[in-house]
């Protein structure tokens, strides 16, 4: 953390660097000269606020392409209150809730004080996977069969994958 003073009249800058969480008093003495005769001391408390960073639920989310995921989207796979997320470590403009997911991206939070207005110092991430999966296709386009054994969907012979969409886990057909 770096704290910058300037003096507007005389252009001094005074820097403090490194300076972790806390509440911070420092003497600030301004020193008379002419036409001034008075000399003055006064105290100024500085409070450096750190918001706790959001809580990664799930890492690695994955999505269906066809569900069309946003940001908004990554709500359930983070814990926290007020939550901005960036494409970027460093960006500093947040992404928009309606802004598509793409694969393989990272994406980074933060989660933001209310009543300081301070954002975590920390930004969490999360790599999301968005799938496209194949479009079903028969393994034997020409199959009979014959009405009095009854046939169900599970008779055909098909090249299909399913998923479960709550958990992702590969279903078998």
Do not use: H
């Amino acid at each position: 953390m770096t704290i910058l003073c300037r003096d507007n009249y005389l252009g001094n800058i005074l820097t403090i660097d490194n300076l972790n969480p806390a509440a911070y008093t420092f003497t600030y003495t301004v020193t008379a000269t002419a036409p001034c005769t008075t000399n003055g001391t006064s105290q100024v408390t500085i409070t450096i606020n750190d918001t706790a960073a959001a809580t990664i639920v799930n890492a690695t989310p994955k999505f269906c392409l066809v569900d069309g995921p946003t940001v908004a989207d990554l709500a359930p796979f983070i814990s926290g209150t007020s939550i901005t997320w960036y494409a970027g470590q460093d960006d500093t403009t947040p992404l928009n809730a309606t802004d598509s997911l793409e694969d393989g991206e990272d994406y980074f939070a933060v989660q933001n004080d209310t009543a300081t207005g301070c954002e975590s110092a920390v930004r969490v991430s999360l790599t999301v996977t968005v799938g496209d999966a194949p479009t079903p296709t028969l393994i034997d386009t020409d199959q009979e069969l014959c009405i009095n054994d009854a046939p169900i969907i599970n008779d055909l012979t098909l090249n299909v994958t399913e998923f479960d969409a709550a958990s992702n886990n590969v279903v078998s057909v």
